[in-house]
């Protein structure tokens, strides 16, 4: 696997992602799209949708270790991604969002189809074999938090 030292070179240009983490942009944007605009587009297929995208984002992306994929989803503002336990073929993460107070769990549900493809996507990558996720939400201080579940 190659050495790859910012891992948002892959998908962006060198001078978008320095200009990018120089300006503070509100969420206001992301929570529009999260709450909105996905199930507008997307419809009933947006679950599926965005899982998809996840996972073809994935193959875009070489990330060799959890911390990566980590760091790689605060700087996507996507949100704070913990590994609660690692298996031979199993991983659990968490994923909490201050924003996900603020979202109707129907709608977490649908939305977080995106991350939860991208994670099994990137294990999938790691294993060198399909992996599936399974997500899992609930209430945590300062509202809901999701368990991603992936297995390969």
Do not use: C
């Not at 998908?11 to 200009?19: E, G, H």
């Not at 599926?48 to 992306?61: A, E, F, H, T, V």
Request: neutral net charge.
């Amino acid at each position: 696997m190659k050495k790859v030292d910012d891992h948002l070179s892959q998908l962006f240009p060198a001078q978008l992602i320095t200009y990018a983490e120089r300006i503070n942009m509100p969420y206001l944007g992301y929570h529009l799209l999260r709450h909105y605009l996905f199930e507008k587009v997307l419809g009933e297929s947006e679950s599926p949708m965005l899982y998809w995208l996840g996972k073809d984002l994935s193959k875009q992306l070489t990330l060799d270790t959890t911390d990566s994929l980590s760091l790689l989803f605060i700087r996507l503002g996507l949100g704070n991604l913990t590994l609660l336990k690692r298996e031979t073929d199993r991983y659990v993460f968490e994923l909490s969002h201050p924003l996900y107070e603020f979202m109707p769990v129907d709608r977490l549900r649908q939305t977080l189809s995106f991350e939860s493809g991208l994670i099994a996507g990137i294990v999938s990558d790691w294993h060198g074999r399909p992996a599936h996720a399974a997500l899992e939400l609930y209430q945590g201080s300062g509202g809901y938090k999701a368990r991603i579940i992936i297995t390969s």
